[in-house]
């Protein structure tokens, strides 16, 4: 097993991930309105047409589901790379990598990005200082995501001890 690779690919998935939530935020912030706190939400479709945004709505899902098919098909690559063996050592590396994503998430992108910048909010709730800075709401969420990614990481390290 190669730390310096898993470093290097787990900074690359960092980019990776940055760039497939602000590219798309940055450009049409209703994109993920099912992950803004549901005070943001209800603000917003006041003034505009209510799209889904509930976690278990088709469109919630289907983002959600292709992301983690996406993550799945490059964690095993990610890991025979690295030259992981066997299951536990696979799914400790890649558990460690989502770990790290997800912490990223929460405590920088969310955090810092998503409550002080102004070209993701949502129009009409620009004023909602409060509701943005939660640290709470993204916390919790953070956890559920850590939670998350027990599926895929298992996943992932059954298929690497299967395919390798």
Not at 50 to 77: D, N
Not at 83 to 103: E, N, P, S, T
Request: aromatic fraction near 18%; charged fraction near 15%.
């Amino acid at each position: 097993m190669n730390w310096t690779v898993i470093i290097i690919e787990t900074l690359a998935m960092t980019a990776a991930f940055t760039a497939m939530v602000l590219i798309p935020l940055v450009k049409n912030p209703v994109w993920w309105i099912h992950d803004y706190p549901k005070e943001i939400q209800e603000e917003y479709f006041k003034t505009h047409e209510r799209v889904p945004a509930e976690f278990f709505s088709p469109t919630v899902l289907l983002k959600k589901g292709l992301a983690i098919l996406v993550v799945l098909a490059v964690l095993v690559g990610l890991l025979w790379l690295a030259g992981v063996k066997g299951f536990w050592q696979a799914f400790a590396v890649g558990y460690g990598m989502w770990l790290f994503i997800d912490w990223y998430d929460c405590f920088f992108l969310d955090w810092v990005l998503f409550a002080n910048m102004q070209a993701i909010r949502l129009p009409g709730t620009e004023h909602m200082d409060e509701a943005y800075h939660q640290k709470r709401y993204h916390f919790v969420h953070s956890l559920w995501g850590m939670l998350l990614g027990l599926i895929p990481c298992l996943a992932g390290a059954g298929l690497y001890a299967w395919l390798f």
